[in-house]
């Protein structure tokens, strides 16, 4: 029965003879594929790196708040599995468009619908997380220069960056274009998985040509290299099994060159241009009141 189900949860998937039962051959590129979207839900480690500027004691809270929420999200994330695992099959979990809500169907009763509900809230919660931190991502690499200064613009009294923000809600709908969903987070893993191993590369190039740069967070190189192995492990062969996928995410990504050369690049614009974008940041501000 279910109450038996809950009482005495199913460990016939749990044990290692089974668990690790592939039901189809061994492909590299596939075990490549399933960490670059398994990893796509633990990915929020990086997101508190965007807004530094808005923490207090940054250089003591942000490790901190990374110590703390990495292991206990992984906590909670792998024991959430471990209840799936222990109360449906693999062909369940394949078969399932949403697996926590079929989980509390089957094991909750006239109670399931806590768990869409819960789902929901997770969700916004995620959404509300990197609406946050890629806001200010645009809005910082406008300020640098990297971007069109109009990105730079803030709100004159709630200091929010509003036109990175409505640039953050355009490209996330540009996003839902395809009704993949698995696709969809192909195309942003390998991004984002391309960008992170740039991004730790540089650290260890910084480290080498810049030893006495002031670094008040400072970790061993051992670090950077093992994530960097990782990260080749996984890109190399996710772009092995899915070419046309990870080619595809990187021309996506190839788009923001063009409008780095308009809006940045090319100093000599013509007057209509200029007035075109003080007209775009001057309906912004009014819109934004």
Same mark, same amino acid.
């Given at each position: 029965?279910?109450?038996?189900?809950?009482?005495?949860?199913?460990?016939?998937?749990?044990?290692?003879?089974?668990?690790?039962?592939?039901?189809?051959?061994?492909?590299?590129? #596939?075990?490549? &594929?399933?960490? +670059?979207?398994? @990893?796509?839900? !633990?990915?929020?480690? $990086?997101?508190?790196?965007?807004?530094?500027?808005?923490?207090?004691?940054?250089?003591?809270?942000?490790?901190?708040?990374?110590?703390?929420?990495?292991?206990?999200?992984?906590?909670?994330?792998?024991?959430?599995?471990?209840?799936?695992?222990?109360?449906?099959?693999?062909?369940?979990?394949?078969?399932?468009?949403?697996?926590?809500?079929?989980?509390?169907?089957?094991?909750?009763?006239?109670?399931?619908?806590?768990?869409?509900?819960?789902?929901?809230?997770?969700?916004?919660?995620?959404?509300?997380?990197?609406?946050?931190?890629s806001s200010r991502l645009f809005f910082a690499?406008?300020?640098?220069?990297?971007?069109?200064?109009?990105?730079?613009?803030?709100?004159?009294?709630?200091?929010?960056?509003?036109?990175?923000?409505?640039?953050?809600? #355009?490209?996330? &709908?540009?996003? +839902?274009?395809? @009704?993949?969903? !698995?696709?969809?987070? $192909?195309?942003?893993?390998?991004?984002?998985?391309?960008?992170?191993?740039?991004?730790?590369?540089?650290?260890?190039?910084?480290?080498?040509?810049?030893?006495?740069?002031?670094?008040?967070?400072?970790?061993?190189?051992?670090?950077?290299?093992?994530?960097?192995?990782?990260?080749?492990?996984?890109?190399?062969?996710?772009?092995?099994?899915?070419?046309?996928?990870?080619?595809?995410?990187?021309?996506?990504?190839?788009?923001?060159?063009?409008?780095?050369?308009?809006?940045?690049?090319?100093?000599?614009?013509?007057?209509?241009?200029?007035?075109?974008?003080?007209?775009?940041?001057?309906?912004?501000?009014?819109?934004?009141?």
């Open positions: 029965s279910e109450v038996d189900m809950v009482c005495k949860p199913i460990y016939f998937w749990l044990e290692p003879a089974n668990a690790f039962d592939p039901f189809q051959e061994y492909d590299v590129g #596939l075990i490549a &594929l399933a960490f +670059l979207q398994g @990893s796509f839900a !633990y990915g929020g480690w $990086n997101f508190l790196n965007y807004v530094t500027e808005e923490l207090v004691d940054p250089y003591v809270n942000l490790p901190r708040a990374i110590f703390i929420s990495i292991p206990l999200v992984t906590f909670v994330y792998v024991f959430a599995n471990i209840a799936y695992v222990t109360a449906m099959s693999p062909q369940e979990l394949l078969a399932s468009n949403a697996v926590a809500v079929t989980f509390g169907e089957k094991l909750l009763g006239v109670m399931s619908w806590i768990m869409p509900i819960s789902v929901a809230l997770s969700t916004f919660g995620g959404v509300n997380g990197s609406l946050f931190t690499g406008a300020r640098e220069g990297h971007l069109p200064s109009l990105l730079a613009m803030i709100h004159v009294k709630r200091c929010t960056p509003i036109p990175a923000l409505l640039f953050t809600c #355009l490209s996330t &709908l540009l996003m +839902l274009c395809t @009704s993949d969903m !698995y696709t969809l987070i $192909n195309y942003v893993g390998f991004i984002n998985y391309l960008f992170y191993g740039v991004t730790v590369a540089g650290q260890i190039v910084l480290r080498i040509k810049a030893p006495d740069m002031h670094r008040p967070i400072r970790i061993s190189l051992v670090w950077p290299v093992i994530y960097l192995l990782f990260w080749a492990f996984l890109l190399i062969f996710s772009l092995y099994s899915e070419p046309i996928v990870c080619g595809l995410g990187m021309a996506i990504m190839l788009t923001g060159v063009p409008v780095y050369f308009l809006g940045v690049y090319w100093d000599n614009k013509p007057e209509c241009f200029n007035s075109f974008v003080g007209t775009a940041t001057l309906f912004i501000y009014l819109t934004s009141i």
